[in-house]
């Protein structure tokens, strides 16, 4: 089979329509781009968001009503804007009569369906913008081939059952000539209902398929044309990579840059597949591409950012040559299904972070009572928000010397409320004030790479 790339345009990149025809254009240039993975048009899935969280009519008509402007403003632009405008009228009062719903009673089942509806929307705009161009694109319905678990918000994909799903609808389709348009960001769980795979999960969905479909690569087109050694929207000096490996690039999602999701690197990783990003509205900038194994691996590769972190600190006068206490603490979390990020541990105590929304595509508040009731009935909990994660991204870090000094040194005029050192040769992770993280990061920057 020849040459086959999936490729996704984010939110930006489909915002309007002379996004969606830029992104049209780079679909239509490169033959071998034969799936094309699209995000909720810019706005959208916040916007879902809010109704999926239930709200007064007055503000739900505000909101529905934004969220209908952003797409008849570009199907306002359509050569044939009747087709996919009863179509989108259709999703429209979808929408409206599940938000009515979400207003009386929320459930994460009814958020997931109500807040996929960005990517249905956004989908069958761009197919008919192919199609007017004459394109032989087809809309497809991305749950009838990504699978999940039923982990509303924040679903895991069943691989087997997806590939197999892959083989029925979408290999078909290629290889008949047509270019598959569908969904990022959600699938379908055993009994039939809508998940999506937490924010961002868009970039997630094109790796899976490029995984299933023994894809090339996965080209991200995005708002920025490559990744860059730290948030060129915090650093304006920030460089572009021009090639990664992949563990780099995960270590950088992980810790917040928001520039691929955590876990799109998984399906990459697994089957080696390469991941280009570059820049939906100026391709010919270039982009970096992610592999296994690019030469050279400098120690200091790159800045990380998440901010609105909670930090835990638990402690209790019976760990203190006790057993087991480290183990009951991650139990109660595990049930409450969080994942602990940075940890470090004293005689008495244990502190630990959590991302505070998590990447649920709800954004519900991690910390629930139920979790720091079973806590607090265990041991002292202590909670402290407005925290950032600064994490610089390298290799070999742990075995050079002078980075810690490097590190201390650019930052010395700052407090740092925790750090994390020698767990992984890839990241040194410090926990910082919200208000001072962007300042930290630029002397960093400044200091590491400028
Ligand atoms: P999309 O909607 O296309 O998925 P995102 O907003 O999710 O786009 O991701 C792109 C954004 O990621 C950029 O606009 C940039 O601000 C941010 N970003 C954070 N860290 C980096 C980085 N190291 N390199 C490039 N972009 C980054
Ligand atoms: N539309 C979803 C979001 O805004 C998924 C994505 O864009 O990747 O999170
Ligand atoms: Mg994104």
Known sequence: MSHLSVAKFGGTSVANFEAMTSSANIVMADANTRVVVLSASAGVTNYLVELANGCEKEHRDEVLSAVR????????KLQNQDAV????????????ALAESASLATSAALSDELISHGEMMSTKIFTQLLVESGHPAVWVDVRDVVATNNHYGKAAPNDEKTQQ??????????????????????????EGKTTTLGRGGSDYSAALLAEVLGANDVLIWT?????????PRVVPNAQRIDTMAFNEAAEMATFGAKVLHPATLLPAVRSNIPVYVGSSKAPEQGGTWVTRDPQPRPTFRAIALRRNQTLLTLSSLSMLHAQGF????????????ISVDVITTSEVSVALTLDKTGSAS?????????????????CNVQVEDDLALVAIIGNNLHTQSGVAKKLFHTIENYNIRLISYGASTNNVCTLVKNNEADDIVRSLHLGLFE
Request: charged share 20%.
């Open 69 to 76: 402007q952003i797409q008849y403003n570009i199907i306002e």
């Open 85 to 96: 405008k009863a179509e989108i009228d259709n999703l429209l009062d979808h929408i409206a």
């Open 165 to 190: 799903q892959s083989n029925n609808v979408l290999k078909p389709l290629i290889a008949s000539g047509k270019i598959a348009i569908t969904q990022g960001f959600i699938g379908r769980d055993d």
């Open 223 to 231: 708002d920025v044309p490559g990744i860059y050694t730290t948030d």
């Open 326 to 337: 480290l183990a009951n603490v991650f139990a109660i979390l595990a049930k409450h299904k």
């Open 362 to 378: 709800s954004g519900a508040n991690m910390l629930s009572s139920e979790l720091l009731d079973e806590l607090n009935a265990y």
